[in-house]
């Protein structure tokens, strides 16, 4: 079929053409301003003017932020996410764009009905929301994540000994598989043992349940101990080269043991990173039963994170439709915000909503790691030891831990 410049080529008549100019002129007007006419009303019917109408509690609920948080927020990311003045039209306001971003986050809405709420383009939704989390990180991070140091860990190891009777704890460390949609051209390389396709989330929490270390983006076709060494922290552990407070004893021992972070089975024995005995070791042998409580206590705080972090942003109970890069944005804003809220909730002593998001859910796209068969060193053996018979003396006991382990609980 021949096209209209093959049309205006081929006609002699200068009146012919230009009448075809004019129709041709016309229909791009008229096409033009039926789209203009819909997302020209986003400033009078799009969705976020109705954020200045809602209650606060509605309002809590479809950004995960308070208004004062909001606006907190806001002024921290808003040099980062203004636009500029093109073809004398005035940019999106960055609160529009910010409150974009965080429903998407909060809810996990498809970009296309987003984009039919706040009245833009399905493409705009996307670039809002990298440009945005980018921002999220950029700006949060340093605050709410800060790069660990030896004041940090000692912070750390200070909160579980006095809220979980933990000793030389500087951190609870646990990986989850997050669910994407296949990445194009990318084989098998995402494919998991549970048999669909991801990337995964390695990270430590502290005893408030907040984040101070993620790995973000391995493959999740890698086995668990591939993915705990090839991440910036397992590295940092095996080179010695993570800042770790120097070691000191247990209550009730001599000799110093070092600081260390607590995981489950997915997790090898290192010296600075304890794991629980495995099943037929603690068969008919109480001690071992203590130090599997008094561990699992501690570790605990990562999966209740992972459950907090899933159900305040439901965009994990989907599986990711974007790019990778765009994948691994989300997932750092919404651990940084995460720190962010649960400051919040730390300072004004409120637990009462963390307790109940902190209840898992079976819908939930973040599935543990494989377990780990890796042996651990003679040294770590040892190392454990000192801290079952802690835990057993009676320095280091707790009174409800005979009671937890007769209950089962190990």
């Known amino acids: 079929m021949a096209t209209l410049d093959q049309i205006l080529i081929d006609l002699d008549s200068e009146s012919e053409t230009e009448d075809l100019v ?4 016309l229909s791009r007007k008229r096409k033009k301003s ?31 932020l308070n208004r004062m948080q909001f606006d907190e927020v806001h002024k921290l990311i808003k040099s980062d996410i203004t636009g500029r003045e093109c073809n004398a039209q005035k940019p999106m306001r960055s609160e529009e764009k910010l409150a974009v971003c965080l429903r998407y986050l909060a809810t996990g809405d498809m970009f296309k009905t987003i984009a039919a709420s706040y009245r833009m383009g399905e493409r705009t939704v996307s670039n809002i929301v990298s440009q945005v989390c980018d921002a999220l990180w950029l700006r949060l991070q340093p605050i709410y994540m800060p790069t660990p140091s030896k004041e940090l860990w000692e912070d750390v190891s ?132 203590v130090f599997n409580y008094r561990l699992s206590r501690g570790r605990q705080t990562v999966e ?26 989300i997932i750092k804003a919404t651990t940084v915000l995460h720190n962010y809220l649960r400051t919040k909730v730390v300072q004004s002593n409120s637990v009462e909503e963390d307790d109940e998001l ?9 599935v543990p790691l494989q377990q780990n068969r890796i042996r651990g060193s003679r040294q770590a053996f040892l190392i454990r030891e000192k801290f079952k018979d802690c835990f057993s ?11 937890a382990v007769e209950n089962g609980h190990y």
């Open 22 to 25: 004019l129709l041709y002129s």
């Open 158 to 289: 200070l909160q579980f000994e006095r809220k979980w009777q933990l000793y030389n704890c500087v951190g609870a460390i646990d990986g989850k598989h997050i669910c994407i949609r296949k990445p194009i051209h990318s084989g098998s390389s995402f494919y998991n043992y549970k048999q669909y396709f991801s990337v995964v989330l390695m990270a430590t929490v502290d005893a408030h349940y907040r984040f101070t270390t993620i790995d973000v983006g391995s493959m999740g076709r890698f086995s668990d101990g591939n993915v705990f060494f090839n991440s910036r922290l397992g590295t940092m552990l095996h080179n010695g080269s993570l800042e770790l407070p120097d070691s000191k004893p247990l209550p009730g021992q001599n000799e110093v043991t070092p600081y260390v972070f607590v995981g489950d089975e997915a997790f090898p024995l290192m010296p600075n990173l304890m794991r629980p005995y495995p099943k037929l070791r603690v068969t008919n042998n109480f001690a071992n039963k």
């Open 34 to 64: 039926k789209r203009s006419a819909y997302l020209g009303a986003r400033s009078t019917r799009g969705e976020f003017l109705l954020t200045e109408e809602v209650p606060d509690n509605v309002f809590s609920g479809c950004f995960r």
């Open 393 to 403: 003396s009676a320095q280091g006991s707790v009174e409800w831990q005979r009671r």
């Open 358 to 366: 902190m209840t898992t859910h079976s819908d939930s796209n973040l």
């Open 304 to 329: 209740c994170s992972f459950g907090i972090l899933s159900t305040r942003f439901r965009v994990y109970k989907r599986p990711f439709e974007c790019k990778l890069e765009t994948i691994d944005k």
